[in-house]
């Protein structure tokens, strides 16, 4: 939804800049290839976020089913970590070998 409200702004901006402005057609085909990529890259920049989002949330979830997963070629689990959810890393437990280590969830696969 909020794609089509941006459109909508988009295109509503191309039309003012159309009738209400005296730039040459070079002038307004450079202003709109600038928006054009900046509202591209910033959707690019969306879609990567929200499935960066989804791979440390899937992991998490893993970890919650108490089952294995890497990170950063270590082998995280319930018995040896502990997670912090509000910074969503895996910290290690007391009397283990990991006591002490701090793994970022973003970094599991």
């Known amino acids: 939804m909020a794609y ?3 459109f909508v702004i988009v295109g509503f901006f191309f039309l003012a800049l ?13 202003i709109t ?3 054009l990529a900046i509202v ?3 959707i ?4 990567y976020s929200t499935s960066q989002r989804e791979k440390m949330l ?6 919650n089913q108490n089952k294995t997963i890497i990170c950063d070629g270590i082998e995280v689990n319930n018995e040896n970590y ?13 009397n283990t070998p990991n006591y002490g280590r701090m793994i970022s969830a973003s970094t599991c696969e």
């Not at 159309?18 to 450079?30: A, D, I, M, V």
């Not at 899937?58 to 970890?63: L, P, R």
């Not at 502990?82 to 007391?94: A, C, D, H, R, V």
């Open 82 to 94: 502990t997670l912090s959810i509000g910074t969503y890393t895996f910290i290690g437990k007391e």
């Open 18 to 30: 159309h009738y209400f402005t005296e730039l040459t057609k070079y002038q307004k085909s450079l």
């Open 58 to 63: 899937n992991a998490v979830m893993k970890y």
């Open 44 to 47: 690019a920049y969306n879609i």
């Open 40 to 42: 591209l890259s910033a």
């Open 4 to 6: 089509i409200a941006g």
């Open 33 to 35: 290839a600038v928006v």
